[in-house]
């Protein structure tokens, strides 16, 4: 079937989406790739659910992309003994290394890393900012703190540190097991928590070590001050704005959106806009006219994917989230000014290469010549159709790979139809031909038609995207 939307979307697949029924239905509904999220659940849940995917991909016939999404380090107090208490602002609150259950005047924070990172002045911000807490004094055991912000504060709540950056690696040992488990079961990315610096990113790949791509989470301000290195490290991007928000002033997170996916494209890395996209819709039937035009905002600024969190993992509504979320993809990307901004945005990167010039051609021709219907884009990498979708060509693209990790990685890209093909060609028209067949196939073009064909010469060398070609389908 031909590519319904260029914009894809990634659903989180939890308790209330989890039967082979329910996973069918978001297909059908228009959900594209799933994430499985490591913060909850057991493995013996996601191993089934991995194999529910792979076998609805089978009966679908279509490539499914599988986000395995690592928890990195959680911050969390301790224990309180009545398990919650009540901070009125202005008093004063201690932080310690001391075990002993917490009350209305102390509570452990079990984060030796964080104590040795802190300075007088600082903030904590706890239970998603709720509560913030000035630090007065500080050692490497303790930190005296006075109320900013007051509140109820419970056993384990989440605690964030905006303007401190930890000496903590983002890969805890948790994370190193759960990422042995996500690749031996067959998971196409694998999405990095608590980025904090381009090194934490070159961790990750070395243990990952080809078997899967690595997608960069943004959400401390420290990741935006290394933004460039990160994304060019990173094999994607995910703008996680629930955690960005809480550490960043809640006014520049659109901000920061709209730089991050301009630097994604100008770099031909994926990005996906993630957390409270339709966040009503845990609850409610339809969302609010400001999540639809948060949506509506990603797809303009040319995300190339937008996710859904607990909308479709604990909610009452996941397949209609979904069904929602592909309408306003599908109105928006229906707008004629959809394209022209699109076009207008294009990036042209400073040291272009031939693979660079070939795939802004490709975009370019397609808006001259009639009757052309698709890109075709073979890449033994990937990187080349990564490429083509940097342009936001107004053409579908078919990539054609025959590795197929590759193929159900490019599902998450923008605009992308992924397919296997094993063949090796000795002469171009092997390539013409294979080309042909399966646009004809998928539907995406007929007899009398055009496609554009970018490809490497000599053929089946890796790395070597230098030709351009249009094709007549016969």
């Known amino acids: 079937m031909p590519v319904d939307t260029h914009t894809k979307i990634l659903a989180t697949i939890g308790p209330a989406s989890a039967s082979k029924e329910q996973i069918a239905k978001l297909i059908d509904a228009g959900c594209d790739a799933f994430r499985i999220n490591f913060s909850h659940g057991t493995y013996q849940e996601h191993k089934a659910r991995i ?3 792979r076998r609805l991909e089978k009966e679908k016939g279509r490539l499914i992309s599988i986000l395995a999404d690592l928890q990195g380090p959680k911050l969390r107090v301790g224990d309180f ?10 008093q004063k609150f201690r932080l310690d290394m001391d075990s002993r259950p917490g009350d209305e005047t102390r509570v452990c924070l079990p984060h030796k890393e964080i104590f040795e990172a802190l300075k007088q002045g600082e903030e904590l911000l706890v239970n998603d900012g709720y509560i913030v807490l000035r630090v007065e004094k500080c050692s490497k055991t303790f930190a005296e703190t006075t109320v900013k912000v007051g509140g109820r504060i419970s056993s384990h709540k989440g605690v964030n540190l905006p303007n401190t950056k930890l000496n903590i690696s983002a890969i805890t040992k ?87 996916v301009k630097l994604c494209r100008l770099y031909a890395r994926p990005v996906i806009i993630a957390t409270q996209m339709l966040e009503s819709m845990i609850s409610n039937p339809t969302p609010t006219r400001a999540e639809v035009s948060d949506v509506a905002t990603a797809v303009y600024d040319g995300a190339d994917t937008v996710m859904l969190s607990a909308e479709t993992a604990a909610g009452k509504y996941p397949v209609a989230a979904v069904k929602m979320m592909h309408s306003i993809v599908k109105q928006v990307e229906e707008d004629p000014l959809f394209f022209d901004l699109m076009s207008k945005s294009r990036n042209i990167p400073c040291e272009a290469t031939e693979a660079d010039a070939i795939t802004f051609a490709a975009s370019e021709l397609a808006g001259v010549l009639k009757n052309v219907r698709a890109i075709v884009s073979y890449s033994s990498s990937g990187f080349t159709t990564f490429l083509t979708a940097r342009e936001r060509p107004s053409l579908p693209i078919l990539a054609l790979s025959p590795d197929i990790r590759v193929a159900r990685q490019m599902v998450l890209v923008w605009g992308v139809k992924p397919c296997v093909n094993k063949e090796s060609f000795k002469k171009f028209n092997h390539v013409e031909d294979c080309a042909v067949k399966y646009v004809k196939e998928l539907g995406l073009a ?27 389908v016969s």
């Open 51 to 53: 194999k529910i995917i």
């Open 174 to 260: 948790k994370d190193k097991e759960d990422l042995k488990f996500a690749l031996q079961n067959d998971v196409d990315w694998i999405g990095l928590s608590f980025v904090q610096k381009a090194d934490d990113v070159r961790e990750l790949k070395k243990l990952v070590d080809g078997r899967a791509r690595v997608i960069s989470k943004l959400e401390k301000p420290s990741a935006i001050a290394d933004l460039e290195n990160i994304i060019k490290e990173s094999d994607g991007i995910m703008v996680a704005r629930g955690d960005l928000g809480v550490e960043c002033p809640i006014q520049v997170v659109p901000v920061l959106q709209k730089k991050i």
């Open 446 to 472: 007929k007899s009398g038609d055009h496609i554009i064909i970018t490809a490497g010469f000599p053929l089946n060398v890796k790395g070597r995207t230098n030709m351009l070609h249009t094709v007549y």
């Open 81 to 90: 003994k009545d398990n919650e208490v009540l901070l009125q602002e202005g």
